[in-house]
């Protein structure tokens, strides 16, 4: 604390020697501070990732090793779990791969075409009750889908969707997922004005505005969008659990679940390599997008 | 600015009577364009927001088991709930989660946001090291992990056993499961973080300075600068993360195995109702939880802004 002090207000009658002694205590200090909080943040990685690192090697393991030897050094690597595991649930792995490619596919574009329609109304045009339906939008975001969750269960019964994807992509053509409303509209907000204007003074409409203006311009939050989306439909396991009950439309969530029901009989090998399957596309998605997930974090923080 | 403040902000304009100016039609020159816009979300708002909540409520008052019509029942499900021990249960649970998991989470990804901040060397990686699990802790596989990490011959008791201490089977232990599931969530704190780091480095250089030449020492300057321009984002973080926490499901399904075991020691609210529609077929009585959900949430959330006005500091 007086370091801190006497750097900022340097006294001026000192020797040249004292003032040596003391900045080479304070860079001691920093430096001692510095080694200090490295050494927490490591150890804290260390907790954060070896258990991801355990997953992977054990997937690695024969399935007799596992338990007996928790290390992740190991030279006894094989790939017979994945083998094992690939086809352990009655239809192969694959199957389940496709049908969460296909969700995430159908989720992804709702969203992106639903959600920029209307952040650019939000965002762009003035019309009556538009604060209104904002302050409604907002509010859609905190209520909890169980308030919802048996009528729209009764909706998709009735229109005999159960077993189909529908109700997992239809909704989100009509933009449901109004956090993403919620992110382009603040990232339309903070485009230049001059540009709409300048669009609208050429003749442009709002359909040119915003097709052949705003979207080009919006690429890094539609980027975001189609990140996340990814990201929550792959994992998504509630919406399938309850939409789709037969094997054949399992996406892989759902299909994992199949492991730990018949764990009793269980190849622990073959669990944790479908599960670093399963695991591969959103660490795929976390690399590449990483950028645009903490910027869309950072604009809009939402979860 | 965040959903939240931007809640406020709207909240602020109507109070002092000006929302907008939307007086006359000549101020909505997109009246067309705008619902043309507009119209998906309007569409699924009526069909899969607002339509729906109508009817949960109602059907709240009826017996519904998919099969035969509903059948009027009056206050019947309430009367039943406030009986059903097991309900009060998953609430008493689902509330422990909230009230231990939400504020630890926040509370480490601050301290390690504030460790990391000002361009220290390595903060990229940090981030990213920190980041990963949040993106990956919702899934299944995570979930599947952890049973076995603190499984009677996880990774945790493997740990333990160098210091002599013989662990138990955490998952399976009613006094310990529901812990395995907060730290699942606390291990989740990188994506509060990075909106912590965003946070941060909005706060002016110059404000540090300044305190420092007046002699404010590292944790003065914490404590009085950097935290009070923080809480408008703790607090929003705090209010969202208690609403989604509120209806967690996949971590607690997978970690008991579908059970909410062992003797109900992990069956949230939300496990509770999804059995009880799902399985049970009791679409009323589960249309009246998930109200009663809504009741819980609301209610914490207006707690949590009514307090907001005792510690969260606004500069406008």
Known sequence: MTAATDLATPRVIESQDASDRRRRRLRRRAAVRSVIKHVLLIVLSIVMIYPLIWLVVSSLKPNSEIFTDLGIFTTDLTLENYAYGWTSQQLPFSHFLINSTILVIGATIGNLVSCSLAAYAFARLKFWGRNAYFAIMLGTIMLPFHVVLVPQFIIFRQLGWLETFLPLIVPKFLAVDAFFIFLMVQFIRGLPKEIFEAARIDGAGHLRIFGQVTLPLMVPALATTAIFTFIWTWGDFFGPLIYLRTRENFPVSVALKGFIDAQSSSNYGAMFAMSVVSLIPLFLAFLLGQRYLVKGFATSGIK | ?316
Request: net charge positive.
């Open chain 2, 1 to 316: 600015m965040s959903s939240i403040g931007e809640l406020r902000q709207m909240a602020l304009q109507a109070r002092r009577g000006r929302s907008g100016g939307e007086k006359a039609k000549a101020k909505n020159p997109d009246n067309r364009a705008g619902h043309l816009f507009l119209a998906p979300w309007l569409i699924g708002l009526v069909v899969f927001t607002i339509g729906p909540m109508i009817a949960s409520l109602v059907l709240a008052f009826t017996d519904y088991n998919l099969l035969q019509p509903p059948t009027w029942a009056g206050f019947d499900n309430f009367t039943r709930m406030m009986g059903d021990a097991r309900l009060w249960n998953s609430l008493r649970v689902t509330l422990v989660y909230v009230v231990v998991s939400v504020p630890l989470q926040l509370a480490l990804a601050l301290a390690v946001a504030v460790m990391l901040d000002r361009g220290m060397r390595g903060l990229a990686f940090y981030r990213s090291i920190f980041y990963l699990p949040s993106l990956l802790g919702g899934s299944v596989a995570i979930a599947i992990l952890w049973r076995q990490v603190f499984g009677k011959e996880g990774l945790v008791n493997a740990f333990l056993s160098w210091f002599g201490i013989d662990g138990p089977g955490w998952i399976s232990h009613p006094d310990y499961a529901l812990a395995t599931i907060i730290i699942l969530h606390v291990w989740t704190f990188g994506s509060p973080m990075v909106i912590f780091l965003a946070g941060l480095r909005q706060i002016p250089e110059m404000y540090h300075e300044a305190a420092q030449m007046d002699g404010a020492g590292r944790f003065r300057r914490f404590f009085s600068i950097t935290l009070p321009l923080l809480t408008p984002i703790i607090f929003f973080n705090l209010v969202l993360q208690i609403i989604f926490a509120f209806q967690s499901f996949t971590q607690a399904y997978i970690v008991s195995g579908g059970t909410g075991g062992p003797s109900d020691s992990t069956m949230f609210f939300t496990l509770y109702l999804y059995k009880q529609a799902f399985t049970e077929l009791n679409m009323g009585y589960a249309s009246a939880m998930a109200w009663l959900l809504l009741l819980v949430i609301a209610a914490f959330t207006a707690i949590n802004f009514w307090f907001s006005k005792y510690w969260v500091f606004y500069d406008d």
